[in-house]
Every structure is written in C-alpha cells, then in structure tokens.
C-alpha cells in the first residue's frame, strides 16, 4: 500500500493550496480516507476526514476555509486550502484506512504560510 500525496508550498496569508493524495497498492476497499497536519513542536492532529459515503468532519480551525473531497474510482482524497493562516504551516499527511487493514500515511508534503 502506498500513499503519494502532493501540493504542499510556500503562499502568503490569505492565499489557496489543494492538496492531493493518490492510494495505489491495494484492491481492499477504502474507509475513511482523511488530512493530519504536525507543526513543529507540537502533536499531529487531524485536520479533516471523509467517509466512504462522503461525511466529513473537521478539525475547528479549519471549518469554512478546507474542504476535502475523494474520488473512490481514482482511489484519491483532496484538500483544498483557502484563507490560509500562518497557524497552518507545518507537514501535511494523508491517512486511509482500509475496511481490512490500516490506518496507512502518506510521506508528508510541506505547506508554509507567511504572515
């Protein structure tokens, strides 16, 4: 099973990132497929989660400004990233967890926002 996410960067306070994760590896079916975030310092913590059907959750900081979405058929998950604040650099990690197995990480993509 592999996790390869992409999309991390460097924007200003105010500005926008998508981020993407594709799972390959694997014919199980998909559960929850979700976004952690670890800033420097400080405890991973979730960011936003999709179930299968399409429910979300997310984390307070975050509810008006992200949005996640999934592609079931591709096997993806998206995060897109609006009115980015400086609270939210730090390394973002794609999670899927399998109806079988898992949880399962992604490498990790960096974003930073500048005030």
Do not use: H
Request: one cysteine or more; glycine letters at 12%.
């Amino acid at each position: 099973v592999q996790l390869q996410a992409s999309g991390g960067g460097l924007v200003q306070a105010g500005g926008s990132l998508r981020l993407s994760c594709v799972l390959s590896g694997t014919s199980f079916r998909v559960n929850n497929m979700g976004w952690y975030r670890q800033a420097p310092g400080k405890q991973r913590e979730l960011v936003a989660v999709i179930s299968r059907a399409g429910t979300t959750n997310y984390a307070d900081s975050v509810k008006g400004r992200f949005t996640i979405s999934r592609d079931n058929a591709k096997k993806t998950v998206n995060l897109q990233m609006n009115s980015l604040e400086p609270e939210d650099t730090g390394t973002y990690y794609c999670n899927v967890e399998l109806y079988v197995t898992g949880p399962y990480w992604g490498q990790g993509t960096q974003v930073t926002v500048s005030s």
